[in-house]
């Protein structure tokens, strides 16, 4: 019976898979109500010889199972060592990285060469004295033409076939109070017109902004695009003043003496008007494509203010005198960079775009 008991628990001890099985093992037989602590105590109520050889057998038993734990125990505790080492050794291995690697780079943005050109524009004459301002690319008929002197059938108001004006279908809300038909302002001279109502000369201004004219498109046109209004008014300004800052302007643009050209032109809100050549960025003057082997490239509208557009804004012409010029931006960005196609800049063709 004592016999059948050892090799119960022996076996038990065997399947034992955690510590604390062991010690539970431990309580039940060895413990102090143990089945062979109990045993053990029963001993004294034996007959003397019987008592001998249960006793000896029972304390032989009794080793044996110390042993066994004893073992067993050592067993589990290494085990429990190797799984830990080995996990860590796992972990290890896979969240290994080599710190000497180099890292990946941000993707960092930059500005749009047009971007660029106007922060550059703005920059030269803010130091000739002009304060860059702004107007809103929804306008209205007042200020796109009728405070410019454009008269009611000029061509360039009619919305289909010749005309370049993009009007708006439906009144949308807009900020400012708006007198005629809403449409997208076709030049930057209503900027002129909003100026002049509210401030009184003499004043220096630059507005560089979008403008849309409903155009086929082109390597040269585009529907929308930019353009820099100046203007300038004082008691007494001359050509020679517009000329003297033109030529100043474009002489810190290109960072080289550039040559100008004003021939007569007409536009309704200057009289006289020019249109303003400079010579050719790309040949020197000496003829290429660019300039239709002229040496010579046309660059922008300009003139002395008419006294309509000062009455307009109920400015005293008799008192006032001025000029005003549109440079088209995208054409002067594409001298100086040298582009052939002035899609290119509404494209978003990375490309094109990553080389600025
Ligand atoms: N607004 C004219 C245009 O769009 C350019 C211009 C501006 C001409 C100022 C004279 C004075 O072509």
Redesign the pocket.
């Known amino acids: 019976m004592l016999k059948q008991l050892q090799k119960n628990i022996i076996a038990e001890i065997e399947k034992a898979s955690e510590l604390d099985e062991l010690d539970k093992i431990y309580k039940r037989y060895l413990g102090r109500n143990g089945e062979l602590t109990l045993f053990f105590r029963s001993l004294k109520d034996l007959p003397e010889e019987e008592r001998k050889i249960k006793g000896r057998l029972a304390n032989e038993i009794k080793e044996k199972i110390k042993n066994a734990l004893e073992e067993k125990s050592k067993k589990l505790q290494d085990s429990k060592k190797e799984d830990l080492t080995s996990s860590t050794e796992g972990k290890l291995k896979k969240e290994w990285f080599d710190i000497t690697a180099p890292g990946e780079k941000f993707k960092l943005g930059h500005l749009h060469p047009l971007t660029l050109i106007k922060r550059e524009i703005i920059d030269i004459f803010q130091h000739m004295g002009f304060s860059p301002v702004e107007g809103p690319e929804i306008e209205d008929e007042w200020h796109n033409f009728d405070a410019l002197n454009i008269q009611k059938d000029h061509p360039a108001r009619d919305a289909l076939s010749l005309g370049k004006t993009l009007y708006l279908k439906e009144e949308i809300p807009v900020k400012q109070k708006t007198k005629g038909k809403l449409l997208l302002r076709t ?1 930057t ?1 209503s900027v002129q017109i909003r100026y002049m109502e509210k401030n009184n000369p003499p004043f220096k201004i630059i507005a560089v902004g979008k403008i849309f004219r409903a155009e086929a498109t082109d390597a040269s046109h585009e529907i929308n695009f930019y ?1 820099v ?1 100046g203007l300038m008014v004082d008691e007494n300004v001359s050509v020679s003043n517009f000329k003297a800052i033109i030529q100043e302007f474009f002489k810190r643009f290109f960072k080289k003496p550039v040559k100008i050209r004003l021939r007569p032109s007409y ?1 309704p ?2 009289e006289p ?1 020019f249109e303003v050549d400079i010579s050719c960025i790309v040949c020197q003057g000496k003829g290429c494509s660019v300039c239709k082997n002229t040496g010579w490239v046309e660059i922008m ?3 002395m203010v008419h006294p309509y557009v000062f009455n307009s804004v109920k400015l005293n012409p008799k008192f006032w005198n001025g000029f ?3 440079i088209g931006m995208d054409r002067l960005t594409m001298m100086k960079y040298k582009i052939n196609d002035i899609r290119l800049f509404y494209s978003g063709d990375l490309r094109f775009l990553n080389q600025f």
């Open positions: 030049h001279s353009q209004e536009f809100f200057t008007s509208g300009a003139g005003a010029f549109g």
